[in-house]
């Protein structure tokens, strides 16, 4: 256990719909990511924050999806009007200010379209 | 656009023998990282790797970093089925806030 925790672990949704996607990161770690995975793959970078500025975003980021830092600590990362190819492990990962060069993974968050 | 080809995608090796894993990388980067996923669970880090000539050991697995080759390598040393999972190398393509990983290898250890 990394400290980093998400939630839902899993989401079952239907196509169309709209998910959420909560990240509470470890205490005093300023940075936060979010990477998403499929299966038998490695995972992919989407958005990354430090503090409540987001800083980077993939082009895998499409206009469905949206992420948010309000105040710097926990984050969300939205899907609108979810697609079948949306089905993957959402990663969060977060790290300390300086220092320290680990990213510390948290559990994900599995969501299946159907 | 940054790639990072791992090698092989799958081993399958007996324990007590010997082997390497290969994380080669298409850009400059003087930051790799190598992880660890068992099924269905997240990521575990391993090792960070900063500069060229970095060796970092840990029990049986011992990664180093080569950024001229742009090579990475995980070494397994007497493997046991403990060591049984998935492993990802990373590059880092601005200062450890981007990574890009590699296709993993899955790796299976048999009695």
């Known amino acids: 256990d990394t400290g980093v925790s998400q939630d839902p672990r899993h989401k079952i949704t239907k196509r169309g719909q709209n998910v959420t996607f909560r990240c509470d990161p470890i205490?005093?770690?300023?940075?936060l990511y979010w990477y998403r995975q499929t299966l038998g793959q490695g995972p992919e970078f989407l958005t990354y924050?430090?503090?409540?500025?987001?800083?980077?975003k993939s082009r895998l980021l499409s206009d469905r999806f949206s992420a948010e830092r309000p105040k710097g600590s926990f984050s969300t990362l939205e899907i609108q009007r979810t697609e079948q190819g949306d089905s993957a492990m959402y990663l969060c990962a977060t790290k300390p200010r300086i220092g320290q060069e680990t990213q510390y993974f948290g559990p994900g968050t599995r969501l299946l379209v159907l | 656009e940054l790639k990072v080809e791992q090698n092989p995608l799958f081993l399958s090796m007996q324990e007590g023998k010997n082997y390497t894993i290969y994380c080669n990388y298409s850009?400059?980067?003087?930051?790799l990282y190598w992880y660890r996923q068992d099924p269905g669970k997240s990521l575990e880090s391993l090792f960070v790797l900063l500069s060229n000539g970095a060796v970092k050991q840990e029990g049986r697995l011992m990664a180093s970093l080569d950024t001229k080759a742009r090579l990475s390598t995980l070494h397994i040393t007497a493997a046991v089925h403990d060591l049984s999972a998935t492993y990802f190398c990373a590059v880092d393509t601005n200062a450890g806030n981007m990574l890009t990983f590699g296709g993993g290898t899955r790796l299976m250890v048999k009695p």
């Open positions: 850009t400059t980067s003087d930051r």
């Open positions: 205490s005093e770690h300023n940075r």
């Open positions: 924050f430090q503090n409540e500025a987001q800083l980077e």
